[in-house]
């Protein structure tokens, strides 16, 4: 079908995005709240703005463009892409105003980087940001986690009628209720009952590490939305270093484990099936995986001894395949890894975790396709000529792999690769050696957040842009952009 908007679709879209600002601005209150907890008045002010600037915007889109037209699928993706680029710029404005941003590009960067759950930071002075931009930070990843869209699909009443299309255009596949109100709201009460559990442990752990109360309790809110939602942003400018503590690091790869399992799995482990756990297609491939780039990282990493190898290295291998992105090294002792080492790092990061997750990156299902696909290929040339074969998987339940499943695995695989390879052809343009460029590039369009250094407020701006469009891009895993450049494209043909 050729898509021909006409300007009551626009009119719908731009109000529906006015409502986003209003709810996006709704979040700016809880750093506002804190600012005024700690006493930080300039902060206070900074967010003052931010919301005021966020809800007027709101306000006026929602006054100008009234909602004319049911929402359909066309107008849900670009309903989806630009509202994404609209909460990043909105969400920027409070960070720059702090003045730990040199230019607005940066703080638009570190935005985008959160409501992507990416983790990739140019924030300069982090370990005297205030506690209340800081949670922003944070709480940018736990909006975006659960995506900026369906954050609102559960309070919006002129969307619901549309959510199903502004659910896939986040890039999530599977609805867990047939009504998306409902796997909506599952979905938030999965994050706030884990919340509870994962500020509670960490704030204890803080505590017993000597920070005081109240830092431990922003600390723990902070560490939470970082790793349940694989962002990978920290408090303090060392990440997990900082800390100096293994039970903080065990406790973080165990949320950022949690994090990468399809929330669908999650709801049948809560009220169906237990054993599913043992079942599931994704989780045994997550499994293979990660076990056999151990296996390889080991022998990359084995003139050390085997505590440090486990400690430094597998703790970055497992914050890379769940696209967390925290660390406990410097960006320069991840460089000082051999090049198999990074180049694991890499496949890990590329890799991702499961589908309708917090993840980015070709995620686990399809890595699992391609590899039943060529297995399914070996198995039909050695059986005889008519023979009739079929692969099937368990995800939740037993489904034949149909062409439709490898058609959709191979077009989004290979264009993430696209993406990773441009990202990456970008820094060497700009002078990057070619492993930090790739590795860079994969780690902003599979949203992880991990660094060998190029990210920082000095690298030129054209790559601050294409980091940018990298993280946009890989978070909405591209079918709502594209629908939203033919958008754009069909104005011009009228």
């Given at each position: 079908m ?8 626009f009119?719908?879209?731009f ?15 809880l750093?506002?709240f ?7 008045y ?34 849900s ?19 720059y105003?702090?003045r ?13 980087s ?8 140019l924030?300069?002075d ?26 609102s699909?559960?309070i919006l009443?002129?969307v ?8 896939i ?9 047939p ?25 204890f752990?803080l ?8 830092k431990?309790?922003v ?9 349940f939602d694989?962002?990978?942003f ?6 997990i ?14 949320f950022?484990?949690?994090g ?7 709801f ?10 043992f ?5 045994r491939?997550f499994i ?7 296996i ?14 486990f ?13 967390c ?22 496949l ?23 590899f ?13 000529h008519?023979a ?23 077009v ?34 599979a ?11 000095g ?10 469009c ?25």
């Open positions: 050729i898509i021909s908007p006409e300007k009551r679709d009119s719908t879209i109000h529906v995005i006015g409502r986003l600002c209003l709810g996006l601005s709704m979040f700016m209150l750093p506002l804190c600012a005024l907890v700690f006493g930080e300039e902060p206070f002010y900074d967010f003052l703005i931010g919301f005021l600037s966020t809800a007027s915007l709101g306000f006026v889109l929602m006054l100008l463009f009234p909602f004319k037209k049911e929402i359909g699928w066309q107008h993706f670009f309903i989806v892409s630009l509202g994404w680029l609209v909460a990043s710029v909105m969400g920027a404005i409070p960070l105003l702090s730990h941003w040199e230019s607005f590009l940066d703080a638009w960067f570190e935005a985008m959160g409501f992507a759950t990416t983790g990739l930071i924030v300069k982090l370990d005297h940001l205030s506690f209340s931009h800081n949670l922003w930070r944070h709480l940018t990843m736990f909006i975006g986690g659960q995506g900026i869209i369906l954050a699909i559960s009443s002129k619901r009628n549309g959510s199903l299309g502004l659910y255009g986040e890039g999530r596949q599977e609805k867990i209720f009504n998306i109100i409902a796997t909506a709201r599952f979905i938030w009460k999965v994050s706030f009952i884990y919340l509870t559990v994962g500020v509670t442990l960490f704030t752990l505590s017993y590490k000597g920070l005081g109360i109240s431990a309790i600390h723990g809110f902070c560490l939470f939305f970082a790793s694989t962002g990978g920290a408090p303090q400018s060392q990440n270093a900082y800390y100096h503590s293994f039970s903080l690091e065990i406790a973080t790869m165990v950022m484990l949690l990468a399992i399809n929330f669908n799995l999650h049948w482990l809560w009220y169906k099936n237990k054993r599913e756990i079942r599931n297609f994704e989780i491939t293979i995986s990660l076990f056999s780039l151990t390889l990282l080991f022998f990359s990493l084995k003139p050390l001894t085997h505590s440090v190898i400690r430094k290295g597998f703790y970055q291998l497992v914050s890379a395949h769940t696209g992105g925290f660390t406990n090294l410097a960006p320069r002792e991840i460089l000082s890894f051999a090049p198999l080492s990074l180049t694991l790092l890499i890990a990061m590329g890799i991702g975790g499961g589908v309708c997750s917090t993840t980015g990156g070709i995620k686990l299902l399809r890595l699992g396709f391609i039943k696909a060529m297995a399914g290929e070996i198995k039909r040339a050695i059986m005889p008519k009739v074969y079929r692969e099937s998987f368990h995800h939740l339940k037993d489904t034949l792999i149909e062409e439709k499943h490898l058609k959709e695995t191979f989004i695989v290979g264009f993430y690769f696209l993406v990773y390879l441009l990202g990456g052809l970008m820094g060497l343009f700009h002078g990057y050696p070619p492993l930090a460029s790739f590795f860079e590039s994969v780690s902003a369009a949203n992880v957040g991990l660094s060998l250094g190029v990210t920082n407020p690298m030129p701006s054209g790559l601050k842009l294409t980091y940018i990298e993280m946009w891009m890989g978070r909405l895993e591209f079918l709502s952009i594209f629908v939203s450049l033919s958008y754009i494209v069909s104005l011009f043909k009228k």
